[in-house]
């Protein structure tokens, strides 16, 4: 595949975005499962929420050009091919891990109306209706925006600058995984979907990974690329079931439990190294603390948010408390990484927990520095549930800077889990 020639010729009628409904990561169909057979009716609203105001992504993408992929993407549906993959395949050792009922339900889906406004020099973009429907907006709404403002950029470049472009971008991805081959017992997975440069450049990525890491490279969260690279798909699940569980919580009593009871839904359907702890929607100190028994026997934990050794950290200490072995849990490092920190953090918890790595934005989206104005730098957009059945989602994260909700909320949440005061840390992506 000739990716300069390709985005050279600008045929966007058979390119577009996002070209499957399973072009999304494998967490979002796990919770989708979940939460069509806990809370198939709940109402929720999800947001495009720009954490980087300096890109003006209205100044930069053509409304008609947006409308046009969201309408697109509106009519897709499960191909045969797809729907057989998901039914007959095995996912994390298990055969039909998606249900009858849920597939049935699936294979009549059409995404659901979207809400379509400028705003200045952003444009705001809301989806509505029932939880199961309006989640699966989440990655391909982020996908289509991240990629329109690329092709923004690379329209203005010759057919040379293009070739030239890809190449330093191919030749940056080679030399880290150099790097990184030389690591002993490294597993490291794609996590870009929700923030790459395109569909075709993920993909590359990933088979450059296969061909370079070998066994070292454990899979892909698209589900797509998986399905047609015959890897393994990788995911687990996200902050948007304890937000949304937390936000539908009657008193202070249901809130502090809510976070819980998302992971004993989860628990009665998944097991082994699906069972994952996301543990800082609502500070990870604190909810480790207050986590019952039975949470001590999953298998690890994804640290995502504040700084990552500190957060590996403490889920080492909570598990020596319980009288569990940290070198038999696993320890999934997936916020902000490059080469340089998983080095870092692989030579720093070798032998002490089995680590792995979510490698995210900065896999298949790295052309910091390759165009004029550093245009192409990849940017922080979240697609995030903003409420449920009317009442307000929060987020408090490790990382300030990643929390959302309300100020009230967000100062009544703090107060239930017990969150002081928590150092910032800069959002790389």
């Known amino acids: 595949m000739d990716i300069a020639a390709r ?4 045929k966007w009628k058979i390119d577009p975005i996002v070209r499957s409904l399973i072009d999304t990561d494998f967490y979002k169909l796990l919770m989708c499962q979940s939460v069509f057979r806990n809370k198939p009716d709940t109402q929720v609203t999800f947001s495009l929420i720009n954490r980087s105001k300096h890109v003006p992504l209205a100044r930069l993408i053509d409304e008609g050009e947006l409308r046009e992929q969201l309408d697109h993407i509106r009519s897709l549906s499960l191909s045969r091919g797809e729907s057989t ?43 509505e209706g029932a939880w199961p429907e309006v989640m699966l907006w989440e990655i391909p709404a982020l996908a289509v925006l991240i990629e329109l403002r690329g092709r923004r950029v690379l329209n203005d470049l010759g057919r040379f600058e293009l070739k030239v472009l890809y190449a330093r971008a191919m030749t940056r991805l080679w030399e880290k995984i150099e790097r990184l081959r030389n690591l002993p017992e490294l597993g490291i997975a794609d996590f870009g979907t929700r923030r790459r440069h395109s569909f075709l450049w993920q ?12 066994p070292k490279f454990t899979g892909t969260s698209n589900c797509l690329i998986a399905m047609r690279r015959e890897v393994e798909a990788i995911g687990t ?17 249901e809130l502090a439990r809510a976070p819980y009871e998302v992971l004993e839904d989860w628990h009665e359907e998944h097991e082994g190294n699906l069972r994952i702890i996301l543990p ?48 038999e849990k696993r320890v999934i490092f997936s916020d902000g990484l490059d080469v340089d920190k998983i080095i870092e953090l692989h030579d720093q918890f070798a032998g002490r927990v089995k680590a792995s790595f979510g490698w995210g934005t900065l896999l298949t989206n790295d052309f910091r520095g390759l165009v004029k104005d550093d245009a192409l730098a990849p940017f922080s957009l979240v ?47």
């Open 383 to 429: 697609c995030k549930a903003v409420s449920a059945e009317g009442r307000p989602t929060v987020k408090l994260s490790d990382n300030p800077e990643k929390a959302m909700g309300p100020p009230e909320e967000v100062a009544r949440y703090k107060r239930v889990f017990g969150v002081g005061t928590q150092e910032h840390y800069k959002v790389i992506v």
């Open 85 to 127: 993959w998901l039914r007959g395949n095995t996912f994390y050792g298990k055969r039909q891990m998606f249900r009858p009922d849920f597939m049935e339900w699936f294979e009549q889906l059409r995404l659901p109306p979207y809400h379509l406004e400028r705003k200045d020099d952003q444009y705001e973009l809301t989806f």
């Open 237 to 253: 699940n996200a902050h948007e079931l304890p937000m949304v569980y937390s936000a539908l919580a009657d008193s202070d009593a």
């Open 280 to 327: 800082d929607t609502y500070g990870t100190k604190g909810f480790l603390e207050r986590a019952p028994d039975w949470l001590v026997g999953w298998t690890g934990v994804r640290i995502d948010s504040g700084d990552p050794a500190t957060g590996a950290e403490i889920a080492i200490d909570w598990w020596k408390s319980r009288g569990e072995d940290p070198r």
């Open 203 to 214: 993909d590359w990525c990933v088979q450059a990974m296969i061909e370079g890491l070998g």
């Open 7 to 10: 985005v050279y010729d600008h």
